[in-house]
């Protein structure tokens, strides 16, 4: 829809705004990537935004999105004897019900900050005589390195690697905040790094079967306002469809990548940290890799979920704002976080920070 002439230039975004501010429809608009939502605190956007228009921040944040109980089970791997958990750093802060990673660190528990899945299957060839556990988080952009990494493990029969699988899949979570009847959602802008993986197609049931507009955005300011204004169009116009704006997207997407994560893993009802079971959104292992699954090989309870009065699931799903929680920036700040959608740079919460620090 556009061309790539001049689109940093500040003559093309005042075009653009003045293009936003003469479609006078009030919309509400669920950006689903952290990435989107930290530009959009950074560039100051809401500032500028006519008033009818209101930015949503979705769960698109694979830190905010972990459960409780998941991180006390990481905890409770990393816990054990001759385990050696591999965390990816932004995991080390997310709170459990009692305690997160980086407790469970300081109070003994070998665990590894890591970059890569790769860095952890180092781990276990450095390391034979332990058992190194990978602590693997993300949607569908991550999944697929994980699944090469086990293809890895899988063919040179290395014995002392498993996986805890945390990844979550981006379009039943979205059907799923569709179906609630006390969300109100008009339009996405949808995360243009998942759909590289999963194509622009995945998320046609949203203007089929939902009547709702989307654009697959980029993640510097001047492509979220692209993206907003298309969205405007269509649903000035109502004609709901799905649109490309990230150029990287293809319809169809990868589909080597997703041949690799259907190959281990299949989709299982999954719990979000604050909005709850969502069917069919995370990716289990499959069984036949069943050795390679660090839930199966090592047969620990689940403990029950403790309320902190943090309400980052309500934000999660766009019905409240972070300045609503009663914790924000008072109990709850980057210093010391109650919830995800604090720790996280993409985080919603962490991101309003940011903005009200810069607005003193």
Not at 108 to 130: F, H, M, Q, T
Not at 201 to 221: H, L, M, T
Request: aromatic share 8%; net charge neutral.
């Amino acid at each position: 829809m556009f061309n790539n002439i001049g689109r940093e230039s500040p003559n093309y975004i005042q075009y653009l705004l003045k293009a936003i501010w003469a479609i006078k429809i009030p919309i509400r608009i669920m950006e689903v990537c952290g990435t989107h939502t930290m530009a959009i605190a950074r560039s100051g956007m809401k500032q500028v935004l006519p008033d009818w228009i209101t930015l949503l921040s979705g769960p698109g944040c694979p830190v905010c999105v972990t459960d409780e109980t998941d991180i006390d089970l990481a905890c409770a791997l990393a816990d054990l004897p001759n385990v050696i958990l591999a965390s990816y750093g932004d995991m080390m802060r997310v709170p459990g019900t009692d305690g997160s990673l980086m407790s469970s660190r300081l109070n003994g528990a070998d665990i590894r900050v890591i970059y890569s899945s790769n860095d952890a299957l180092r781990l276990a060839v450095e390391k034979p005589s332990c058992e190194i556990v990978l602590l693997s988080v993300g949607f569908e952009t991550t999944a697929p390195t994980t699944a090469i990494t086990i293809e890895t493990v899988v063919k040179e029969e290395i014995k002392n690697f498993s996986v805890l699988s945390l990844h979550k899949a981006v379009p039943p979570i979205l059907r799923f905040l569709l179906l609630d009847p006390e969300l109100s959602i008009d339009a996405f802008l949808l995360p243009g790094h998942v759909c590289t993986i999963t194509g622009a197609d995945a998320f046609n049931f949203i203007a089929k079967d939902y009547s709702r507009p989307c654009v697959v955005a980029g993640f510097e300011p001047v492509d979220i306002l692209e993206a907003i204004f298309m969205v405007l169009l269509q649903q000035q116009l109502q004609q709901p469809t799905i649109e490309i704006q990230y150029q990287a997207v293809r319809k169809k997407g990868n589909v080597i990548a997703r041949k690799y994560v259907e190959k281990y893993f299949h989709l299982v009802d999954c719990t979000w940290r604050g909005i709850g079971i969502v069917p069919l959104s995370g990716y289990a292992m499959r069984d036949a890799f069943g050795g390679l699954d660090a839930r199966k090989k090592y047969d620990l309870p689940v403990p029950l979920v403790k309320n902190t009065h943090c309400v980052c699931g309500d934000i999660l799903k766009g019905r409240k704002e972070p300045i609503e929680c009663a914790l924000f920036a008072t109990r709850c700040n980057p210093a010391s976080p109650v919830g995800p959608c604090m720790i996280s740079e993409e985080g919603s919460c962490a991101a309003s920070f940011l903005q009200i620090q810069k607005g003193k």
